[in-house]
């Protein structure tokens, strides 16, 4: 197993991709902390990895609350001692920030996606590599999107944010691997089983009479396979880059725009 006795963090492990990489870390041998906002989410993704016969234990953790992430990180490296992962998927609702023009917002909703995506993931990456750096090795992950490179509308400060949070990584990795830690992230694109494209759907197509099937469709029609990617090849791909068989990444973004953004 690739995450063989690893201690991995996952924030925003509710949603659909922070769930999926959890349990394909657990799949992996990793023993995987869940954290989101709603207990009764993160339990059931625990809980469906325990019935696989993985490790993983739940927490109610804000991913924009840098105190309650201290206060969760510093008990799971008492209990065990270490941690060797932290993967940043917290999201935030789009529906307040998509659909409208940048010409027709205002400075504190462009800015909302900018402070809390790159907060977050500040937040939890600083905190895990301070854990990190006495242990000489540990990966800090995190999750952006194709609007970080392609200019595209009505997403308010969306891409900027996304954008933002792939210059951190750069910067950290520039800092922390000469200390033995990687920083990586993952770009997908278009996946349907994730809220966020609901959320986009509703604000942008929904509105101009597209179905969710057209929208799919739609999203499939940039790609080169001219399909729409599934959670569990995110999933598949966060695994790899966590473990010791990915050594060489560092300092960069895996696109995984199936060819949706050119490199």
């Known amino acids: ?78 209990r065990e001692g270490r941690v060797d992962v932290s993967f940043n998927a917290v999201g935030i609702p789009d529906a307040e920030i998509l659909g409208t023009p940048l010409t027709g917002i205002g400075a504190e909703q462009y800015l909302r996606p900018v402070l809390a995506y790159t907060s977050s993931y500040f937040y939890t990456a600083r905190l895990a590599a301070r854990h990190m750096i006495p242990q000489g090795s540990g990966v800090i992950m995190t999750v952006t999107a194709l609007l970080s490179r392609k200019g595209t509308t009505l997403n308010g400060g969306y891409g900027p944010a996304q954008a933002a949070k792939e210059a951190l990584t750069r910067d950290l990795s520039a800092e922390l691997a000469p200390k033995g830690i990687r920083v990586v992230g993952l770009r997908p694109h278009g996946i349907p089983e994730a809220e966020s494209m609901r959320e986009v759907y509703a604000a942008k197509a929904g509105p101009l009479g597209v179905t969710w099937e057209q929208f799919q469709d739609f999203l499939a029609a940039d790609t080169h396979p001219r399909r729409v990617m599934v959670v569990d090849e995110v999933a598949a791909v966060a695994a790899f880059m966590a473990s010791d068989r990915a050594g ?4 960069t973004t895996v696109n995984l725009t199936m060819g949706s953004l050119d490199d």
């Open 1 to 78: 197993m690739m995450l063989q006795d690893k201690v991995a963090v996952v924030y925003g492990g509710a949603g659909a991709i922070g769930g999926a990489v959890a349990k394909a870390f657990a799949a992996e041998g990793a023993r995987v902390h869940v954290t989101g906002r709603s207990p009764a989410a993160v339990e059931m993704v625990a809980k469906d990895i325990a019935a696989r016969g993985g490790a993983a234990e739940a927490a109610e953790v804000d991913g924009l609350d840098e105190a309650a992430i201290e206060r969760h990180l510093r008990d799971v490296v008492e």
């Open 248 to 251: 060489g990444m560092t300092g």
